[in-house]
């Protein structure tokens, strides 16, 4: 057993600064006024900067589950509606993975520094800031929702503390009437030859480290895999200092004409994608379409990679003599796997989206199917940091509604416009940036597939293909991917294709896979002593 | 009508796999219906207890005894595939009234033909060095072994298909053919299937199946959690439980019960179980039962307070009122075989139910009495339930 690494939290952004007023909330210009909570009263053994729970418990109107872009607006929104609200998040501070910023405690002049929509954010903060400080939002930081669960029509969320050997403070129990999820996702992995040596990360997870830390995780580096989130990380690098040396790109962008549709519908988008190209230009960065990592090179950590030319069908073209190069760096990003467990767990109906993510159904209010259960963000389909703002704005003012607060009903009818606009464009995106039908032929039997159990792709092939294992879970149950300490939230997706077998993943590939009832690991100590005192 | 095959089995399953396996290898030609995926029903929510200790003398031990030595016996070529291992059971007791009761266990399990060895109070730690101090008394049972349930299912299904035998999935059977009283076949969603016999090898759903031929096979669910830990270094060497276990599994009782019984995986992972409760079909994960396993489990082994729970899954065991499987033929609707219910040791029971069948379908006396096991002895009426 190797020691499991852990799961690379940030994702990448489809995120448009130039599109990022459309959405907007309310105005700017109440910038200035008093500072919020988390920049007073010093750390604790677990931060509280942005913290001002007064522990009071009792039933929230809402508890929000995430404090991203899309839960951010939701909890902001509500709370400014007259609702009061619960702000639960694992990190430390607010900004989710679209917004991950460096330590505010810090002082950072230019902490927005590479950011996209920085003061939409800044904003969305102070608001916060405000309403914490009014007793509106009680937000609870650095704690996991590890259980949800309903009793007598409230909902229970249990939380656990994100640093291991610290007592988690109380409360443990956070209740409310209604639930929003807002819980993002992380970076979708493909395997390939190598893909398990140090040196190889998400694309996401270079882009959390420049955002987070300002540190560049390599020298010399290619960015590879599909989608617009390759071009600001690689921007991103290239900006840093690193030797960007290639983008791969396993589509051809040309893709885009294809749905004019989707395209012309945002059109900030366009102009962003221009921004990063004129970008990579400045930084002579070549951009390879049709083109892919198929190997990662190295003993110990990565020294080379092998790119290649592929078909349409995203074979390796027999044609062209893929290129090595030498790096000590390789960024993938594939899109992303929104986090489903949460979803599941209150057993709200899924759907597959058009990037084959499993992704909760919601009405055109945000609403899931399980009554007092909203949903906003990365968790109803991928689409970026703006989609998920609105929805979150979106889901904040239908909780009011729905708790008998009156909202004008154009301003919900704005929303859903923009909403169904970013929805077309990420369905066109998604459509321009498949992941190519035959990857799995990159792939030897010695490929690693699950590295926490250290399962490879040949013993899938071989409970697929010997033992008749016709689906990811059974292939899970004989072979062990997944079952080890991210619960196949990194290899899930693979071997959802590898046991497919070329055809389209449904829901009954997936869901499966998202079950986790346990939303987060907990010592058996705190599930041993869970609600004591509490209820 | 031609006959499409011998022996159609309806289940693919522990218990289905086993019949498929040894029907083929007894010469009938099998085919196995799965509306799922193999090993999709209980015998992927389950644990890989093989056991003889939780068992009173009587005909479920007798079945035990059997299978065991089919597991250790002509099997055995076969252990390395569904990692088995003779890894031994410890029952402990807390109290000196439980440790009483035991030894009481311990002499009538003897006279049954069980290897038991009692382990007084300072030896337990010989066995197990991380359990609990103070435990009142401790009883080792050798012929306790381990399996991966998914593996036993999917490799016997595996030699049954290498052998001859067909296996279908994703092919659920929706009535039965009759020639007057005799099933002489299945009806299933992808069309129908003649046959020389019927086995309703459906598990916690035999009752529906059996409802297809209009007889009663009082097969109920009875819900289980277990935990499952981060990959841990060697912590828990056998299989270790409670002795109260023995009373839960024997009971009839409607509310949460939970006993704990502790094993490690061959992948690293300890697996916590179980809890016990009749609430139908519910799936809702309850948070007191996922608690109350814990809190036990800790009781024992209080080390792992700070072990990581990675997840936990739930399962539906298959039940009957007396908690004896049904095996064998169905008078009432000539043509019908059952091997179902095996409550909390179908895994275990498996490999037995299997062979004794096959030797029943193919007309050959079987090696152990199948009458305790009689579809039937329940009437049609519906009993009521006498707890234990
Ligand atoms: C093309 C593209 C480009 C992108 N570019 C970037 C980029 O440049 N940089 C970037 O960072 N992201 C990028 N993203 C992703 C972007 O982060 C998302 O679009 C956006 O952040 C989604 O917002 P969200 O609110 O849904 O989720 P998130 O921002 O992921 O926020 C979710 C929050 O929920 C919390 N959470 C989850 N589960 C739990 C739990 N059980 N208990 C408590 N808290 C929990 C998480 O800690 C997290 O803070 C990109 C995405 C796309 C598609
Ligand atoms: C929590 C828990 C722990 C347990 N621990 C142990 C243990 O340690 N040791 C042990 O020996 N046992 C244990 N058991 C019990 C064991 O899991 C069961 O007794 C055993 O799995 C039953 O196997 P089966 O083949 O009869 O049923 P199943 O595995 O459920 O197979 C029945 C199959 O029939 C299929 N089916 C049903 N209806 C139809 C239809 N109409 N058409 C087609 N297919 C159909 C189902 O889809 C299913 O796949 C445990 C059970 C639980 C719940």
């Known amino acids: 057993m190797t020691e499991p690494r852990p799961t690379d939290p940030a994702r990448p952004d489809p995120g448009a600064p130039a599109a990022l007023s459309q959405l907007d909330g309310p105005p700017a210009g109440r910038r200035h006024s008093a500072l919020p909570a988390h920049r007073s009263g010093e750390a604790r053994e677990v931060d509280d900067r942005w913290l001002r729970a007064e522990r009071s418990g009792g039933v929230y109107d809402v508890a929000v589950v995430g404090a991203g872009p899309a839960g951010l607006s939701a909890a902001v929104t509500a709370a400014e509606q007259g609702l009061r609200v619960a702000l639960v998040d694992a990190g430390a501070q607010p900004g989710g993975q679209f917004w991950r910023h460096p330590d505010e405690g810090a002082a950072w002049p230019d902490e927005g520094r590479g ?75 493909l395997p390939v030859p190598g893909w398990d040596l140090p040196g190889v990360m998400t694309a996401g997870g270079v882009q959390a480290l420049l955002k987070a830390h300002r540190s560049v995780a390599g020298r010399r580096a290619v960015v590879a895999g599909t989608g617009p989130f390759l071009l600001p990380v690689a921007e991103g690098l290239a900006a840093a200092g690193a030797e960007v040396l290639a983008v791969c790109e396993a589509n051809s962008v040309t893709g ?36 892919a990592l198929t190997r990662v090179h190295g003993e110990g950590s990565v020294t080379g990679a092998t790119l290649s030319r592929l078909d349409r069908t995203g074979r390796v073209r027999p044609d062209v003599p893929p290129q090595r190069v030498e790096v000590d760096l390789v960024a993938f990003g594939w899109g992303f796997t929104p986090s489903l467990e949460l979803v599941s767990a209150v057993g709200a109906t899924t759907r597959v989206d058009v990037d084959e993510s499993l992704v909760a159904w919601v ?80 792939l030897t039997d010695e490929t690693m597939l699950c590295r926490c159990e250290e399962v490879t792709v040949g013993a899938v092939a071989e409970v697929r293909d010997v033992l008749g294992a016709g689906d990811a879970r059974t292939a899970k149950m004989l072979a062990r991917p997944g079952m080890g300490r991210c619960q196949g939230r990194v290899c899930g997706f693979a071997t959802a294709k590898l046991t497919a077998c070329g055809r389209s993943l449904e829901t009954t590939d997936l869901a499966p896979l998202a079950k986790r009832p346990f939303t987060a690991p907990v010592s058996l100590g705190e599930l041993a002593t869970t609600g004591e005192g509490e209820d | 009508m031609r006959r499409s095959a011998d022996v159609v089995v309806i289940g693919a399953g522990a218990v289905g796999a086993a019949v498929a396996w040894f029907a083929t290898r007894a010469g009938l030609t099998v085919q196995v219906l799965e509306r799922g995926q193999i090993a999709g029903g209980t015998s992927s929510a389950c644990e890989g207890n093989l056991l003889v200790s939780d068992k ?16 250790t016996g002509e099997l055995d070529e076969y252990a390395g595939l569904w990692e088995f291992e003779r890894k031994g059971g410890l029952v402990v007791a807390a109290s000196s009234t439980g440790a009483e009761g035991l030894r009481a266990l311990a002499v009538r399990q003897r006279a049954a033909g069980i290897e038991v060895t009692d382990v007084p109070a300072d030896r337990i730690a010989d066995y197990e060095p991380y359990l609990t101090d103070g435990l009142a008394a401790a009883a080792h049972y050798p012929q306790d072994c381990q399996a991966q349930p998914m593996l036993v299912t ?119 179980g179980s809890s016990r409760e009749r609430v139908g079909f519910d799936r809702t994960v309850s948070l007191p039962a996922l608690r109350e396993i814990a809190a ?50 179908g895994i275990g029971l498996s490999v037995g139910t299997g062979k004794l069948l096959a030797q029943a379908l193919s007309g050959v006396a079987p090696d152990l009495e199948l009458t305790p096991f009689a579809p039937e002895r329940f009437g049609d009426q519906v009993l009521r339930e006498t707890p234990a």
């Open chain 1, 115 to 189: 950011q996209h929509g920085w003061r939409r954010f800044t904003r969305l903060r102070d608001r916060l800031g405000r309403l914490i400080g009014g007793g509106r939002v009680e937000a609870f930081a650095e704690r996991q929702v590890w259980f949800v669960e309903e009793r007598a029509a409230v909902w229970h969320l249990h939380l656990t503390t994100t640093h291991a050997a610290v007592e988690t403070p109380a409360p443990r129990l956070v209740r409310a009437t209604s639930l929003v999820l807002c819980p993002g996702g992380y970076d979708r992995q």
């Open chain 1, 256 to 291: 885009w004409g294809r749905s004019p549709l989707g395209a012309v519908s945002v059109p900030g988008k366009g102009l962003e994608a221009l921004e990063y190209a004129g970008a990579l230009l400045r930084h002579r960065v070549p951009f390879r379409q049709r083109t």
């Open chain 1, 363 to 442: 009405d055109p209010n945000q609403r899931t199917d399980v009554p007092r259960v909203y949903a906003a963000g990365e968790v109803t389909g991928v689409g970026g940091a703006v989609l998920a703002a609105g929805e979150g704005e979106l889901a904040g003012l239908t909780l009011a509604l729905d708790h008998g607060v009156p909202v004008a009903g154009s301003r919900i009818e704005a929303l859903q416009r923009g909403v169904r606009r970013h929805r077309r464009f990420a369905a066109a995106m998604h459509r321009a940036h498949p992941v190519p039908q035959r990857w799995a032929e990159w």
């Open chain 2, 56 to 71: 009173e003398a009587g005909p479920e031990l007798d079945l035990a005894l059997y299978s065991h030595d089919v597991w």
């Open chain 2, 154 to 272: 999917a490799h016997l299904l595996r030699m049954a298909r290498e052998a001859g035998a067909g296996v279908s999935t994703g092919t659920t059977v929706t009535g039965l053919l009759r020639d007057g009283d005799r099933v002489v076949g299945v009806r299933t969603d992808r069309g129908d299937l003649t046959a020389g016999a019927v086995v309703n090898a459906a598990g916690t759903w035999a009752g529906e199946v059996a409802a297809l031929a209009g007889v009663r096979v009082p097969v109920m669910p009875r819900r289980g959690f277990v935990l499952v830990t981060e990959p841990l270094p060697p912590t828990v060497f056998h299989k270790v439980y409670a002795g109260e276990y023995v009373a839960s599994t024997q009971s009839s009782e409607e509310g949460l019960q939970t006993s704990t019984v502790i094993e490690s995986t061959a992948a690293g992972t300890i697996l916590v």
């Open chain 2, 296 to 345: 036990k489990a800790l009781t024992l082994y209080p080390s792992l307070k700070d072990t990581s729970v990675m997840r936990s899954y739930l399962g539906f065991r298959p039940y009957c009122p007396d908690h004896l499987p049904v095996i064998g033929h169905d008078p009432r609707a000539p043509g019908l075989w059952h091997a179902a219910g095996h409550e909390g040791a």
